[in-house]
């Protein structure tokens, strides 16, 4: 059945054309993307019980699990969802944004398989080591921090991981490589370039994780005597927070595809979106320096620059993408004459019920307003004191990777089953109501989080606050954040459920799909340039949104000038 | 020149409506429900900051 799925109707050349995206698409670059898409959703599975575990332990309430088992599953739950889960469909993203965009066949499919064989037996050894681990080893987390020590097996899973990813990179890589030399003076369709920016940012990543894990595996293994635990700091975040970003540029690349392919949305300028993306290129990386805003071994002016200054350069390209994107979304449908002349016409008639759609509009929204936001304020020395490792640091990056990425990547998987898989979707009106139930639900948990974590100091990484054994202080005040966060965070899990019973279902009992063109592209478009449309809704948009964002760093300040007075 | 009237006539088909039955209301409802949620909290933190 598996091998079955992977397989296709292609022609004696090996290329078959897409009916419904008109893009040639060879076997060789289809049956890679395939199998890692699959793989990631495994993952999704797995890191999603785990949630389950660990929600019902910090509702403290419930209190499932022992402190032993809770950092086992906290373990899984951060590997599998954050690193196998997004990475794997990464590699995905790269296979569709390079050979298939580009029409091409991808050269060293085999390499892909290769890779991808290494990364399986990668992240089976790690989902091992991680379930076996005893003391006095200790529990990686995600951030595995030297001098404590973690299962051999743990460091050589992470090496061979990463090592399996690169080699799964390397057929992208060449497929651009072939692409420009053979036509030089061709520009990379934006989404090509948003997946070569991805790759880029993802080599950066991959390379600070083996400059990190190879001596640690060596220091672990006995071979070096010593490691600098400053250092493993700060390389560490070179691809702990290098691998996020990867995320982000991955789902804003999808955010321009899923746009267009389910709402008829156009790139408004292509010079600003690309810019937007080499901004990335030279500044996003240096936001893994915020994690490092409390580490006495860095000077104040080395935090100062790289999150206060040079991060900027990031965010500023993230603001352009949120306007850029919608008011593409915006002019595209007006274009096609959709949802007449009003402010929000275009919005009030865009495809809610289809859950590409929806699921990619939610993901926007959500990550802008909740880990957006909160990403640039804690990403601030000053304001980082308040934030730094309370419970508000999961409720940011819950609204960064998960209703932000995990959300995108959802929608881009139910296109896949129709696309790639070319099954039709069953158990439709789930499929309709999964993106909203997540997205609220999701949500509700991170606002919980950051609540429990900003007014009450909640830490992160602990299963019992309320009642700390040893001592009458407690953060039993939290505690009804801590039921919302439970209850929301268990109601997530049932939509996360639903999404993989949805694709599951489709993949193995699902009709073959028809060629379905949707509706906006199958609208002629105005000969007008897209540039003479209004935008209007979207500035309206923008500007609620810089109103929030305003009001909530005006806020921090607030909060942070009343909690102490620094120096006396 | 008048930018709405052409758009009313893009690609000579009219305005066109496509049918996205209750979602739109279902968007609405929990965009609503998540912004109440936020000010809810943040009404909250002001509290335990002055009250």
Sequence with gaps: MAIGLLEG??????????????LKIHRSAEVPAKMFGLTAVVALILGGIAALLVALTRWEAVGLLQPTQFYKYLSLHAWNLLIFWMVFMEVAILYVGGPM???????????????????????????????????????????????????????????????????????????????????????????????????IIAVEALLGGLITYVPTFLWRIGVVGHIDASWY??????????????????MITVWYFMTHL???????????????????????NLGAAHHLMADPAVSAGWRMWNTSYAMYGAVLASLIHAFAIPAGLEAGRRRRGLGGDSWFGWLKTAPWHDPGFSATALSIILFGFLGGITGVLMGQMQLNTMRHNTLAVPGHFHGTVAVGTTLAFMGLVYYVVRLLFRKEWVLDRLARLQPYLY????????????????????????????????TSFSFSAASPMLEVLGIAASVAVLAGAIFVLVTV?????????????????????????????????????????????????GMDWMWLSRLWTFGT | MDERSDEGRAGGVGPVVEDNGPWFAVFVVVIVILFATAGAAVVHSLLATFG
């Excluded at chain 1, 609220?440 to 609540?451: P, V």
Aim: charged content about 15%; hydrophobic content about 45%; some cysteine.
């Design chain 1, 9 to 22: 109707s292609y022609g004696p050349d090996g290329f078959r054309t897409c009916e419904v995206t008109g």
């Design chain 1, 101 to 199: 965009v580009l029409g091409r066949k991808m050269p060293g499919s085999k390499l892909a398989r290769l890779g991808w064989t290494v990364m399986v037996v990668s992240a089976v050894l790690i989902e091992y080591a991680i379930w076996t681990t005893t003391y006095p080893d200790q529990q990686p987390l995600l951030t595995s921090y030297a001098p404590l020590k973690s299962s051999p097996l743990f460091y050589l899973g992470v090496n061979t991981f990463i090592l399996g990813t690169v080699v799964s990179a390397l057929p992208f890589f060449a497929c651009i490589w072939q692409e420009k030399n053979e036509h030089p003076g061709r520009t990379l369709p934006l989404v090509s370039f948003g997946a070569f920016v991805t790759g």
């Design chain 1, 233 to 250: 700091r700060q390389m560490y975040w070179i691809i702990g927070h290098g691998s996020q970003q990867i995320n982000l540029a991955a």
């Design chain 1, 262 to 284: 389910t709402a008829g949305a156009e790139v408004v300028s292509e010079k600003v979106s690309r810019g937007a993306f080499i901004l990335y290129l030279f500044f996003i």
């Design chain 1, 439 to 470: 997205g609220i639900a999701m949500s509700i948990a991170a606002m919980a989080m950051m609540e429990a974590g900003i007014v009450y100091g909640v830490p992160r990484r602990d299963p019992i606050t309320t009642s700390i054994p040893g």
């Design chain 1, 505 to 553: 279902a489709s993949l193995l009992f699902g009709e073959e799909a028809e060629a379905r063109v949707p509706v906006p592209l199958a609208i002629e478009r105005s000969d007008r340039s897209v540039h003479g449309f209004s935008m209007r809704g979207t500035l309206a948009m923008g500007l609620f949104f810089l109103v929030v964002f305003a009001l909530f760093y």
